[in-house]
């Protein structure tokens, strides 16, 4: 594995020379690599800097090459690659460099050994194979035709990638991942899980993730994929909000189909309602392969406003600031339990290495995993809550305090001569720090204990009172933090027998 210390090295030696490659630092023969991490389930090994889809790729200013900037990231030896329908212009910035890169399949010169080497995920935030259109209160976002449906958008990446941009795509293009993008609310979780179980080409409705599944195994069960073609290796999905509805569409992956998560993840996240002690810990424990995103919450770290960027003059094009280096902001991101490789946007690349955007930011993620302290971040959060009051991140829900455990419930049996009281309930939600234990009380004595764990699935906490009495009992499941903090739940009522 390449250390940062021997990265920065041979960097700072030769920062003159800006040939940087695969197997060259800056002109000069290196050792090693930049460094990796095997994505869980993924089984790929991640560059930990990976090249976003927006920012000059989508909105692009005067005076910015977006297929310069693609090549470059292939320059470096970066290979995990972002893009999305939703975002203009850039899946046809991939086709363009691409072509360059004799990584179209059917093409003189096509360089499998290339493609193979490199992971390119794109994302549909529409929510229907079939039908669905008519439904209110949740995404359902295409640049494609009005009335699209998740292969159109599929058919549509292929075809402005590896074709003619036209619906037409060669034989042998596929993609890494598609993600379900911007899962929001549980609405939309509703919707992505139509048909999930059983696949009827007769619904007037099939959701997103049946269709996916089609396209990755080469089936026909949802009557949306009569080719049989196999388009994908893998599907996941993406949130930038709520981390409880994140959380959901996990759990309820039964067959374990959703292999990776595109999650926002900052300096200023336990400002928020957190995705650090929320889903990040489901997903590792899911083993998917996780990837950060709104490192710099989407340049309000620095120029531009708190909202949503729309147009080219938002792009931020400078790297940093003296009062929050943007080095700190991607070992935060990089540092998070469970995180494997962060997508940055790019918006400036430079033959300067100060002022070179993704030279600066592939140098800031030569980390490990446990390369910073918990005092280390604590810091770095000090410096990003300070930018904009804390006010960063538009994108998420707001903070709520540690929450009791959910629908509580026990009920009884006799076993033998033995009464026993059984307790359920579902995973609490964290706060500003993580849920160590639950600890149960009946009759406002602690009767017990269980750990907290990430729920992976919707099979319920529970936890058994063995009585030696007939009469009635109340019980409270009690929320404890890393704190010390605690959040209970109502009286749970268990009758006399």
Known sequence: MFSRRRFVKDVTLTSAALSFGPYFAFGKPQSGKPVKRLMGRLSFEATTLGLGGQ???????????????????????????????????????????????????????????????MFLTSKTALRFGKGGWQKQGLINVTNGAP?????????????QVFGDGRG???????????????????????????????????????????TLIDYRDGTNLTGINPKEEKLIRHIGFSGHA???VMM??????????????????????RLN????????PVAAANNMGLIAMKVFADGAMYTKDATFTSKPEQVVRTVGSKTLPSRRLIEYSLSTPGIHTAIIGTGHID??????????????????SN?????????????AGAVKNGKTNYFQDPAQALGAPRNPAAKQEMRGQKRVAQLKWQTAYAGDEPIVRYEIFRDRQKAGQVAHKPQVRQTPFSFEDVLSDKVAHQYQIVTVDAAGRTAKTEDVLLSAV
């Open 351 to 368: 033959a300067d290495l100060t002022a070179c955007q993704m030279q600066q930011n592939l140098l800031a993620a030569q980390i490990e």
């Open 168 to 210: 037409s795509y060669p034989q042998g293009a596929y993609l890494n991942m598609v993600l379900l993008h911007s899962v929001s609310s549980m609405a939309d979780v509703d919707a992505l899980y139509q048909g999930y179980d059983r696949p009827d080409p007769k619904a007037e409705t099939i959701g997103a993730l049946a």
């Open 273 to 280: 309602f957190n995705m650090q002690y929320n889903v990040i």
């Open 55 to 117: 920012a000059s790729l989508e909105w692009t200013p005067a005076g910015e090459d977006p297929t310069k900037i693609i090549l470059k990231a292939f320059d470096l030896g970066v290979n995990y690659f972002d893009t999305s329908n939703v975002y203009d212009g850039s899946q046809e910035n991939y086709g363009k460099a691409f072509r360059q890169l004799h990584l179209i399949p059917g093409q003189p010169g096509y360089n499998e050994r290339l493609r193979s080497s």
């Open 242 to 244: 709520s981390p409880a």
């Open 248 to 269: 959901d569409m996990i759990q309820r992956d039964v067959r374990g189909i959703l292999e990776g998560m595109l999650v926002a993840i900052n300096a200023n996240d």
């Open 147 to 159: 009335g699209s449906h998740t292969a159109d958008d599929l058919r549509r990446t292929l075809s």
């Open 371 to 383: 390369a910073i302290s918990v005092s280390d971040r604590r810091e770095i959060e000090k410096m």
